[in-house]
Nanobody, 121 residues
Framework: QVQLVESGGGLAQPGGSLTLSCAASGSSFSSNAMGWYRQYPGKQRELVADITSAGNTNYVDSVKGRFTISRDNAKNTVYLQMNSLKPEDTAVYYC???????????????WGQGTQVTVSL
């Protein structure tokens, strides 16, 4: 079972930057698609960005042009570079493995503890 450890969150001012990291255990990291998700209080987690094993990326419209997802397969780590942060980016951020299950792509690993991102003056 893959274990995921997110880090790098914190307090940032509007317009500032943060870089999140997600370290994954296991030997199959390089063959897995990975995603970053965020969760607002009382809401379900939502996908923010994902990256395939080949390095292709996708972003939700609200973060396009501001966030960049990347991966380092040698370190079993996926990153989320967050620039031009806005107060509405305030959430707990999680990463997960994405895989096709029953015709849909979905997170398939156990969730880590997440990392809190707070954007405020």
């Amino acid at each position: 079972q893959v274990q995921l450890v997110e880090s790098g969150g914190g307090l940032a001012q509007p317009g500032g930057s943060l870089t999140l990291s997600c370290a994954a255990s296991g030997s199959s990291f390089s063959s897995n698609a990975m995603g970053w998700y965020r969760q607002y209080p009382g809401k379900q987690r939502e996908l923010v960005a994902d990256i395939t094993s080949a390095g292709n990326t996708n972003y939700v419209d609200s973060v396009k042009g501001r966030f960049t997802i990347s991966r380092d397969n040698a370190k079993n780590t996926v990153y989320l570079q967050m620039n031009s942060l806005k107060p509405e980016d305030t959430a707990v951020y999680y990463c997960n493995v994405r895989a096709w299950v029953g015709g849909t792509i979905r997170p398939v690993a156990s969730w880590g503890q997440g990392t809190q991102v707070t954007v405020s003056l």
